[in-house]
């Protein structure tokens, strides 16, 4: 049996700071967007593709730096990430108008994309013990999330104080701590397998099947999901899908081993993630609005919201590593899903006279039922791979995760949008006003009419939207009865090669 690394709390925190400036940076920058606008003169629909570039970008390379962690080196490749994700960070700060702004995003969300699955293979092998591996899976993982809430949380202050450019220009010197200390404590580890011929032609192929899918679910609602540009994409996500089939189960070493898709733990685990991770990114994605639109709360306030959900989310994620081995996987998985399901049906409650608690309570309520569940998810999909392959693996999590957060904010974004415009047409045809009143104060009466009906129909789409994710989550938590995970491979060591 493999000895366990004295060093491997520090080699967890080590990896923790680069996850989590990795995800915060993707966050936060959503917040300096309106200064950006202002300062390079440049119109919103613009000002859009700096995130979109760099959701791309982060889309497309994730699975390419799994493969080569797994072959190359997975310490060298996660300093690689790093120290190119410092200096784009720096030139992103420094950026002069939006074309040089898009290539420094572009330039981060390359390197950025090095760190997900190198960090969770690096984990993989330095926590050998199964319960011992899936709890520090599980802080890890958290922080992935913890990164998404602090986002509004540290942002806001941040850009108000210091100015848009301080999101970037603090990545540096956070950033070289972390990579000092990756320098520091983690040990390089591989796959023993030498491989025939890296998949290029997979990789540039699933790079446009990405690309074109992540386009659509990020414009497609300006564009329209019906429009020329949305069916273009479609068609290049079923057209690069299949070439890419062919490609795969013809390569010796393919980017993405298909087989994984063959295993049921896998496909399940993965699943379930999806789902939690589009009900979460999607009511990050619709709260601070919320908040802003209808309390009149400032970006900063908004960020404020978000502080018990971050500390839901720290306080469980242990708690799931503790569960492992005492029970099923499934248990654990499924409550967890079905917890967040009911922080997001209390959220359906918002309305107008809410207070601040009304928000932080059902989000403490999605956070902790997401953290809970965090290792256990994790885990399941490192011990359903070979260990040679938890770099691609962790790349496809790190996908499908990506994918679902930009599949819940078009899904909750779209459906807002259709319900308030239902509502508006419903609430209108039930409601009168009298109008028996002076001429001049008719006019006036209209009008408050009217901006009642608004108000009336987007607070209840809101509600909808909720109810419906709420519905999501809780089908995902019965399937997760059904998931099979073998508890005896979650507690077995995993052997660390080359």
């Known amino acids: 049996m493999q000895e366990k690394n004295p060093l491997r709390w520090w080699i967890l925190l080590t990896v923790i700071i680069g996850t989590f400036l990795g995800r915060l940076d993707q966050t936060v920058v959503n917040l300096a967007l309106p200064k950006i606008i202002n300062d390079f003169s440049i119109t919103v629909s613009a000002a859009g593709w700096i995130a979109t570039a760099y959701i791309l970008a982060n889309a497309v390379?994730?699975?390419?730096?799994?493969?080569?962690?797994?072959?190359?080196?997975?310490?060298?490749?996660?300093?690689?990430?790093?120290?190119i994700f410092i200096v784009g960070s720096a030139l992103a700060g420094l950026a002069w108008n939006?074309?040089?702004?898009i290539i420094f995003r572009i330039?981060?969300?390359?390197?950025?994309?090095?760190?997900?699955p190198t960090a969770m293979?690096?984990?993989a092998v330095t926590f050998a013990e199964g319960k011992e591996r899936a709890q520090a899976l599980g802080i890890w993982s958290s922080s992935f999330a913890v990164a998404a809430v602090f986002g509004p949380l540290i942002g806001g202050p941040l850009i108000d104080t210091l100015g848009w450019r301080s999101v970037f220009l603090m990545n540096i010197p956070v950033g070289i701590l972390g990579l000092i200390m990756a320098m520091i404590f983690v040990e390089e580890s591989k796959s023993d397998r030498v491989p025939a011929a890296f998949d290029w032609w997979g990789a540039i192929i699933l790079g446009g099947a990405l690309s074109s899918l992540v386009l659509v679910l990020d414009q497609g609602s300006g564009w329209g999901w019906t429009s020329l540009n949305s069916v273009l994409c479609y068609i290049c996500v079923v057209i690069f899908t299949t070439i890419f089939y062919y490609i795969e189960n013809g390569h010796p070493e393919p980017i993405v081993d298909l087989k994984f898709f063959r295993n049921a733990t896998?496909?399940?685990?993965l699943s379930n993630n999806f789902v939690v991770f589009m009900g979460m990114m999607g009511s990050v994605f619709l709260v601070p609005i919320f908040g802003q639109t209808f309390l009149g709360y400032s970006a900063t306030e908004s960020g404020y919201l978000f502080i018990p959900m971050a500390f839901g989310l720290m306080l469980a994620a242990p708690l799931g590593g503790a569960l492992t081995g005492r029970v099923r996987t499934s248990y654990v998985i499924a409550a967890?899903?079905?917890?967040?399901?009911?922080?997001?049906?209390?959220?359906?409650?918002?309305?107008?006279?809410?207070?601040?608690?009304?928000?932080?309570?059902?989000?403490?309520?999605?956070?902790?039922?997401l953290g809970f569940g965090m290792s256990q998810r994790t885990n399941a999909v490192a011990?359903?791979?070979?260990?040679?392959?938890?770099?691609?693996?962790?790349?496809?999590?790190?996908?499908?995760?990506?994918?679902?957060?930009?599949?819940g904010i078009a899904l909750f974004g779209?459906?807002?949008?259709?319900?308030?415009?239902?509502?508006?047409?419903?609430i209108a045809r039930n409601s009168s006003v009298n109008l028996h009143a002076a001429t001049a104060g008719a006019t006036q009466t209209m009008q408050t009419y009217i901006a009642l009906i608004e108000l009336k129909a987007q607070i209840d789409a809101y509600d909808t939207v909720f109810l419906a994710a709420s519905s999501i989550l809780f089908l995902g938590a019965i399937a997760a009865l059904w998931l099979h995970v073998p508890e005896r491979k979650l507690k077995a060591p995993i052997i660390v090669e080359g």
């Open 336 to 369: 967890s899903t079905f917890t967040a399901g009911v922080g997001l049906f209390l959220l359906s409650y918002l309305d107008a006279r809410s207070t601040a608690i009304n928000i932080m309570i059902p989000m403490f309520v999605l956070a902790f039922g």
């Open 121 to 123: 293979a690096i984990l």
């Open 98 to 101: 939006l074309p040089s702004m």
């Open 383 to 407: 011990a359903a791979v070979p260990p040679n392959e938890i770099g691609v693996a962790s790349s496809v999590l790190a996908l499908a995760r990506n994918i679902a957060g930009a599949f």
């Open 107 to 116: 330039i981060q969300a390359i390197a950025g994309s090095a760190d997900y």
């Open 266 to 269: 896998f496909v399940g685990t």
């Open 61 to 83: 390379f994730v699975p390419v730096w799994g493969k080569l962690g797994d072959t190359v080196g997975r310490k060298k490749i996660y300093l690689l990430g790093f120290g």
């Open 414 to 426: 779209t459906l807002l949008t259709n319900t308030t415009n239902s509502n508006v047409l419903t």
